[in-house]
């Protein structure tokens, strides 16, 4: 089965612009999270879905980011303007609702650069 | 609320030497508690997991063992190898139905021949 899966892996593009990642979740999963990890930081919780809805989003920085998850298999983080202090790696999870013990499947990320 | 604390890297140790990552939770209620393992340009990956007190999870030669009077949860290894370095992440469920986690903020692994 396939896993988790984001895109681009590496995205480079100076402040001020429109920035958006992507997700595809592991087929059949209920909950989706958007994580950024920055050393300074670690692991941050940004936002999560389940069955599509967005359930809490109080880890999304400012105004300037935004998520949505129009159906079961695609989810964007958007970032609009972007600044170079969200420069981070940016990871997208699915678990497969279990009542608190599933583990989370992490895609391999997109590397944020904002010049 | 909940919390989880562990210790503070980077850990450095030669090949084949005894690994201890402490891991301490602050928890309501009945969590689950995890293991997970990132390896350099991956996303996390879990290792192992236990759901109740006194359960022991185990993987790939790690291990730990769920104890609720300590509030615990330490990761062992007998025997690391290069292939073991990677950064090493502690999380606690929060029972909830959407699987959301607490992450503890990672300890760093370096094991050299």
């Known amino acids: 089965d396939a896993g988790v899966i984001q895109s681009p892996r590496h995205e480079v593009t100076e402040m001020g612009q429109e920035v958006t990642l992507r997700c595809k979740p592991i087929s059949g999963h209920n909950s989706l999270f958007w994580y950024r990890q920055t050393m300074m930081r670690g692991l941050e919780l940004l936002i999560y879905?389940?069955?599509?809805?967005?359930?809490?989003d109080s880890g999304m920085p400012e105004d300037r980011f935004s998520a949505k998850m129009p159906n079961a298999s695609f989810s964007t983080l958007k970032i609009q303007p972007s600044e170079p202090r969200d420069s981070a790696v940016y990871f997208c999870a699915s678990s497969d609702e279990g009542g608190g013990n599933q583990p989370q499947h992490f895609g391999d990320g997109t590397r944020l650069s904002i010049l | 609320g909940n919390s989880v604390t562990q210790m503070e890297g980077p850990v450095t140790l030669s090949e084949e030497a005894f690994l201890t990552i402490n891991c301490t939770y602050t928890a309501t209620g009945y969590p689950s508690l995890f293991w997970y393992v990132q390896y350099p340009g991956e996303g996390l990956q879990l290792l192992l997991k236990a759901t109740k007190a006194d359960d022991k999870g185990s993987n790939k030669g790690f291990e730990a063992t769920y104890r609720k009077e300590t509030t615990s949860f330490h990761l062992e290894k007998g025997s690391v190898q290069v292939s073991d370095s990677a950064v090493y992440f502690c999380?606690?469920?929060?029972?909830?139905?959407?699987?959301?986690?607490?992450f503890g903020p990672g300890t760093s692994l370096s094991v050299i021949p």
């Open positions: 999380a606690l469920s929060e029972g909830t139905s959407y699987d959301k986690v607490i």
């Open positions: 879905f389940n069955n599509n809805v967005p359930i809490d």
